[in-house]
T-cell receptor, first 113, second 112 residues
Framework: NAGVTQTPKFQVLKTGQSMTLQCAQDMNHNSMYWYRQDPGMGLRLIYYSASEGTTDKGEVPNGYNVSRLNKREFSLRLESAAPSQTSVYFC????????????FGSGTQLSVL | SQKIEQNSEALNIQEGKTATLTCNYTNYSPAYLQWYRQDPGRGPVFLLLIRENEKEKRKERLKVTFDTTLKQSLFHITASQPADSATYLCALDTGGGNKLTFGTGTQLKVEL
């Protein structure tokens, strides 16, 4: 049982390049989330998807787009990467919205030069 | 402004002692609070959830308290072990729909 799988694990981009972070869960969860984690800032919510077909902005959505491709997959796209987007990105899922625990992937370490 | 505070300094304790971590918040009225454990290079792992009408929750060696008047949660690990060494994050429900806001975490080191 893989849980939440993120790819890639590491990525280096040049300023202005684009890329998509992939996330898939095999727990049949309805809700999925993208967080970024920076030193001294804690985890911050970028976007979330309460259910298949819906997406909403979180605390720090600027510079990102998301796609809930199907119930299993939720991707995060950086259209024009900036050094300020250097961070560790975590995808998470939960059975539904509400007081549900989150299951996290192992993260993607992204550096933008 | 809304804020969640956890001790930024690492907490060092001896094996066998009880570790107590603090999570304070301002300007929130969360319906529930969660605690997660995070190991280096890994994603957070859920430990416990406590709701606003619950004062205390236990799971094996873990105990969480939630004081909505003080706006504080305490996380206790009894009979601590070196394997408990990790960063512990508190997270609050801050808008419904499981939109959690996380604290910055406290690093716990359990020494032999």
């Amino acid at each position: 049982n893989a849980g939440v799988t993120q790819t890639p694990k590491f990525q280096v981009l040049k300023t202005g390049q684009s890329m998509t972070l992939q996330c898939a869960q095999d727990m049949n969860h309805n809700s999925m989330y993208w967080y970024r984690q920076d030193p001294g800032m804690g985890l911050r919510l970028i976007y979330y998807s309460a259910s298949e077909g819906t997406t909403d902005k979180g605390e720090v959505p600027n510079g990102y787009n998301v796609s809930r491709l199907n119930k299993r997959e939720f991707s995060l796209r950086l259209e024009s990467a900036a050094p300020s987007q250097t961070s560790v990105y975590f995808c998470a899922s939960s059975e539904s919205q509400g007081d549900e625990k989150l299951f996290f992937g192992s993260g993607t370490q992204l550096s933008v030069l | 402004s809304q804020k969640i505070e956890q001790n930024s300094e690492a907490l060092n304790i001896q094996e066998g002692k009880t570790a107590t971590l603090t999570c304070n918040y301002t300007n929130y009225s969360p319906a529930y609070l969660q605690w997660y454990r995070q190991d280096p290079g890994r994603g957070p792992v859920f430990l416990l959830l406590i709701r606003e009408n619950e004062k205390e929750k236990r799971k094996e060696r873990l105990k969480v308290t939630f004081d909505t008047t003080l706006k504080q949660s305490l996380f206790h690990i009894t009979a601590s072990q070196p394997a408990d060494s990790a960063t512990y994050l508190c997270a609050l429900d801050t808008g419904g729909g499981n939109k959690l806001t996380f604290g910055t975490g406290t690093q716990l080191k359990v020494e032999l």
